[in-house]
Structure formats: C-alpha cells, structure tokens
C-alpha cells in the first residue's frame, strides 16, 4: 500500500514539475516574442553607447589611448557588426605598427583572426593565425590564442557540417583546449568553462551541466556572459533529452542576446530549429527571419550559409502550414455557408409555417368570437325566451282569472235576471281598453328589463332634434313597433293585432321613424334588430 501510495507521488510530482516547466517556458517565448517586437529599441540603445565611445576617441590624442578605445569598439562591435569591427581592428594595427609595438600587433592579429572567423572568412583567418609565433606570445596572448583557435574550429564545423572533416575539426579542438586548461589555473572561470565543453565532448554530460550550472549562477541577468551560460545549458539539455530545458535555456539565451542587440547569435537560430521540430511553425518563423535580420545585418557569410541550410525548411513548414489554414478557412467557410444556408432556408420554413399558424390562430379567433356571438346571442334568446314565457305565462293566468271572475259575473246577472247590467256590461270598452293598457304597460317594462339601452341607442339612429324623450319604463306606439322588431317580429300582421292597428297604421308609423333616421332608412330595420345588447350580467 505505501509502496503504491509513492508510485502516486512520484507520479504526481512529474505531472507537476512539467506542467511547471511547461507554464515557464510558454511564459519565456510570450516574452521573447514581445522583445523581438521591441528590437529596434534595444539597437538604438547599442548605438548610442558606441556613440558615446566614439565621442570618447575623439576627445584622446595619443595613440596608446585610440587603441585601448578601439579595443572597446572592437569588442561592442563584434557581435553587432563585423566590418565595423574589422574596420577598428585595422585601425588598431596600424596603431601597433606606429608604435612599433609587436604585443599590440599580436593581440590585434588574434583579433581579426577571431572576427574573420565569425564572419565565415576562414581562409583569411587560418592565414592570420599562421602568422603568429605562438611560443614568441606571453601568457595573456597564448590564452586569447588558443581560445580564438578553439572558436575558429566550432565554426568551421557548423560552416562545414561534414563529418569527414568534423572529427578533424574536433580533434584540433581537443588539442587546443588541453592547452588552453593548462594556461589557465584550475579554479577559474574560464577554465572551468573549458572543463564542462570537454566533459561535454566526452558524453559526461550531468558532470559537464553541474559546473555549468555553478558558473551560470555567478552571471549577472542581461549580461553577455548570462546568454552565452544558457545557451551552453541549452545545449547539455538537449544532449541529456531535456526537451523543457532545453527550451527554457535557449529562451533565455535568445532574450538576452535581442535585449543586449547581439547580432552574431546562435540562440534565436537553434530555437527556430527546435521549436520547428516541435510543431511551433508560427514561432519558428518568426525566430528564423529575425535571425536572418540580425545575420544580414552583422554581414556574416557563415552564420548566412548556417540558416540557409534551416530556413527553407522552416519556410515551408510554415508555409504548407498556411496552405493547409487556408485550405481549411475555406472548407470552414463552405460548411459555414451550408449551414448558413439551412439555417436560412429552416428560418424561412419556420417563418412560413408560423404565417400559417398565426392566420390559423386568426381564424381561430374570429370563430371564437363568432361563437362567442353566437352563444351571446343564445343566452340573449334564452333569456328573452324565459322573460317572456314567464311574462306570458303570468298574463295569461291574469286573464284567466278576469274571465271567470266575467264568468262568474254575467252568471250572477242571468240568474238575478239584471238584463240591463248584463247589456251594459257586455257592451261597455273601458274594461277591455284597461286590460289593454295593462298589457303594454307589462310588455314595456319587461323589454326595458332585457335591453335597458334600447331607447338610448334607437335615439343614436335618429336626427337630434327627433329623438324620443320618454317616461322611465314607458314606451310609446312607434317604440313598441321596433322594440317587437327588436324581438324579432317582423310580420305586420302580427305587430297590428297585438298593438290593436290596422296593418296599415303600423306601416305609417314605421315610415313616420325611417324618415327620422340620421341615413340609410333603407336598413333602419337592419340596425334596430342589433340594438340593445344584452349585457352579460343578465345571465
């Protein structure tokens, strides 16, 4: 259980040291993509200084003080540019030879030798070296030597990059740092340096990063010497299989070279490569057309035929990697206009079918209405039906009872033999003409009761000035003809003998209110049948 409970742990602690490393890395490239933005800035600020050493040459005369400024200028400018460098080297030469100074000569000879060799002239370089008495030199000189020897064979192999004459290459290396150690005491720098490449070369590399590491914690950020210390680690990373440190190093090498505006760089180059390698194309290109900008703009033949080897295939990569963007932002743009298209063609459908539904719910609507019309006017019959049946049903017990009381009556005077009151009993009117009015009376207030707002909107139908003012549940002749026609009566006959008239009298009274009608007497009887609705709250 504890056993498995480490493996846990470990595992875990891998996971997350590389998503660690994986999150520094990515941080370093975000920050050397915005240095490489800002490079101009950083080269500005590299003239200048030289300016002010300039400014400074300007202002000694002798000719022991020119040369130690030149020697400043050699060194600024021999990693930004080599011609200028080579011009200050010249200068230096002729300096020596005014003075007759065969030391100064000889440090300016290693010099140009050094430069020439950067600059991919190596044959001219070899002859410069040639040259040189090497055991005439002091100390100082044989260690400058031995050391520009040592860098003339490393750029000869990546100029060449043929393994034929690399094992050559690298065995003169091998014999000129042995005698670079042995002018240098064991606990220097440089000789410490000198001991981590040859372990390097011997394949010891963890003994090789260890006093790499010990050397790189003793550089100051943003120094010459802190670029080339990453760069070194870079490349023991990348020889132990250390891919996250190796792109860490290199970044940071990269970083410092474009702040310190070192045109002769090797870090942006092997991280173009690398990060080529690992499918970054975007970046890749980026780094390998700024080291390209910084080689064109040292002048540097070898360090030019070094990324001519990497570029075009940098350059396709990315390239094909465009194409192939480009191929799919337009297999994206067909597939988005076919869904556009659907989407278009699902709206217009949509849009047809909620027409369909909107005049299906329209027709719903106005048959509801009707039918709420209908069942209105259903409940307004019913409720005239029950109104009336009632009112009728009472009136004609009403009579019943006046016949027999009649009945009853005329018997009394038969039996009495009162034949005068029994004439004037059945000859008189009053009694019938009462019975009448009672009838009207009744049938006027039970209308009312129905539609309370007939009289109001009959008088809408007519001219002001002959509108109906009238007693409150009363109605008069004419009213009584159209309220029967409001109850749906409209045989003449019918209204004449309820209202007791001749056919004739209700047709005159008819024509009598048409001709007080506002317009359009021909439908007068049209519009009082939908007079007086009835009002909900009756039901």
């Not at 800002?38 to 040369?67: C, F, P, W």
């Not at 230096?92 to 005014?98: E, H, K």
């Not at 030391?103 to 600059?119: H, W």
Request: charged share 25%.
């Amino acid at each position: 259980m504890k056993a498995r409970q480490l493996i846990l742990l470990c595992i875990f602690a891998i996971a997350y040291s590389t998503a660690l490393h994986a999150t520094k890395v990515d941080s370093l490239l975000q920050v050397l993509d915005k240095t490489i933005d800002n490079r101009t800035v950083y080269l500005d600020a590299k003239i200048r200084q030289i300016d002010s050493i300039k400014g400074r040459l300007r202002n000694h005369s002798t000719a022991k003080d020119r040369y130690e400024i030149q020697n400043q200028l050699i060194f600024e400018y021999q990693t930004l540019n080599c011609d200028s460098s080579l011009a200050y080297i010249d200068g230096n030469i002729a300096i020596a030879n005014q003075l007759n100074d065969k030391m100064l000569m000889t440090e300016s000879q290693v010099k140009l030798a050094f430069v020439l060799s950067i600059s991919g002239l190596f044959t001219q370089a070899w002859d410069v070296l040639k040259q040189i008495d090497y055991n005439g030199l002091p100390q100082h000189l044989k260690v400058l030597y031995q050391w520009s020897t040592i860098r003339y064979y490393e750029n000869l192999i990546k100029y060449t990059d043929h393994d034929n004459y690399n094992r050559q290459y690298e065995s003169e290396i091998a014999k000129s740092r042995n005698s670079l150690m042995g002018l240098l005491g064991p606990n220097s720098d440089m000789y410490l340096k000198e001991k981590s490449f040859k372990l390097k070369a011997a394949g010891m590399f963890k003994e090789s990063r260890d006093i790499q590491l010990h050397l790189f914690k003793k550089e100051k950020i943003d120094t010459h010497g802190y670029g080339m210390s990453a760069m070194g680690l870079a490349m023991i990373a990348k020889d132990l299989g250390e891919t996250q440190l190796t792109e860490q190093y290199l970044a940071m090498a990269a970083i410092t070279d474009v702040r310190l505006a070192i045109k002769e760089n090797e870090s942006l180059l092997t991280l173009a490569i690398y990060l080529n390698k690992k499918g970054d194309v975007n970046r890749a290109f980026t780094y390998i057309q700024a080291a390209l900008d910084d080689a064109n703009y040292y002048n540097s033949r070898f360090r030019n035929t070094v990324i001519a080897r990497t570029q075009p295939i940098i350059e396709a990569t990315y390239l094909a990697k465009i194409d192939q963007q480009r191929k799919n932002l337009r297999l994206y743009a067909i597939v988005i206009s076919i869904f556009a298209i659907i989407l278009i063609l699902t709206l217009y459908f949509l849009f047809k079918q909620m027409r369909i539904v909107s005049r299906a719910r329209k027709k719903l609507n106005m048959t509801n209405e009707q039918l709420t019309l209908v069942n209105h006017k259903l409940d307004e019959a019913n409720l005239v039906r029950e109104r009336y049946i009632g009112y009728y049903l009472n009136q004609c017990a009403v009579y019943l009872d006046k016949l027999d009381d009649f009945r009853k009556n005329v018997y009394r005077k038969v039996k009495s033999r009162q034949l005068e009151d029994l004439q004037q009993l059945t000859s008189s009117n009053a009694s019938l003409e009462k019975y009448a009015q009672d009838l009207y009376t009744d049938f006027d207030r039970t209308f009312l009761e129905v539609y309370p707002k007939f009289v109001d909107e009959f008088n809408s139908l007519l001219r002001p000035d002959e509108q109906y003012q009238l007693k409150k549940d009363k109605l008069n002749t004419e009213l009584r003809i159209f309220a029967l026609i409001r109850l749906g009566i409209s045989d003449v006959n019918q209204i004449a003998i309820f209202l007791r008239y001749s056919m004739q009298t209700i047709y005159n009274y008819k024509s009598k209110v048409k001709s007080k009608a506002i317009n359009d007497a021909e439908h007068f009887e049209e519009k009082v049948r939908k007079l007086g609705a009835v009002s909900p709250n009756q039901f």
